[in-house]
């Protein structure tokens, strides 16, 4: 079954590292998102890729970076530049037809040790 | 721009009880127009959608009708379970020009035996 995955479910950063969190889908979207959801929260976003070697600044991308080489794989560094790190990263994918909404991962949860 | 205004949470109900979700929207263009569950500690289910004026979506008892006279997509159910507890965003995606989704701020429902 086509899908949206993220990896690490889980994962832990010391303050001052960069960590690279995953989205890998096999549905041949050419959209992916990434958002960062805080506690209690809606969505923000962080970047945005509508083609293979493009990408768009979303509402909060400062301190983070992504690069969309593969149309399957849009992978976000959260830099040591990101003073806030700890949330509840969300990847998602879409078509460009308006009516056919997005496809999400099931998230990545980072915290700062 | 693009809004989605969603009815303020966090919504308590009883097991049973009949729900709505309020949701209005502005848009620039001509919409689709979408529900979103979250489960805690997951990604975002497409939960409903419709594409034009008039359409009722409807999955897992749930029901919206696209109001375009009201500009509205309110969210309802009959009788809710305690398994339908959850963060619910209502959201637009122009259907021309490949625009990103608009989310509303989320309402968190939490039902009670």
């Known amino acids: 079954d086509g899908g949206i995955t993220q990896s690490p479910k889980y994962l832990f950063r010391k303050e001052g590292q960069n960590v690279t969190l995953s989205c890998e889908q096999n549905l041949n979207h050419d959209a992916m998102y990434w958002y960062r959801q805080d506690p209690g929260q809606g969505l923000r976003l962080i970047y945005y890729s509508q083609i293979v070697n493009d990408f768009q600044k979303g509402d909060i991308a400062e301190g983070y970076s992504v690069s969309r080489e593969k149309k399957e794989s849009f992978p976000l560094t959260v830099t040591s530049a990101q003073k806030n790190p700890t949330a509840f990263y969300l990847c998602?994918?879409?078509?460009?037809?308006?009516?056919?909404?997005?496809?999400f991962g099931s998230g990545t949860r980072l915290t700062v040790v | 721009g693009d809004s989605v205004t969603q009815m303020e949470g966090p919504v308590t109900l009883s097991e049973e009880a009949f729900l709505t979700i309020n949701c209005t929207y502005t848009a620039t263009g001509y919409p689709s127009l979408f529900w979103y569950v979250q489960y805690p500690g997951e990604g975002l289910q497409l939960l409903l959608k419709a594409t034009k004026a008039d359409d009722k979506g409807s999955n897992k008892g749930f029901e919206a009708t696209y109001r375009k006279e009201t500009t509205s997509f309110h969210l309802e159910k009959g009788s809710v379970q305690v398994s339908d507890s959850a963060v619910y965003f209502c959201a637009l995606r122009l259907n021309f020009g490949n625009e990103k989704l608009t989310f509303g701020t989320g309402t968190r429902l939490t039902i009670i035996p």
């Open positions: 998602a994918s879409s078509t460009g037809q308006g009516a056919h909404g997005y496809t």
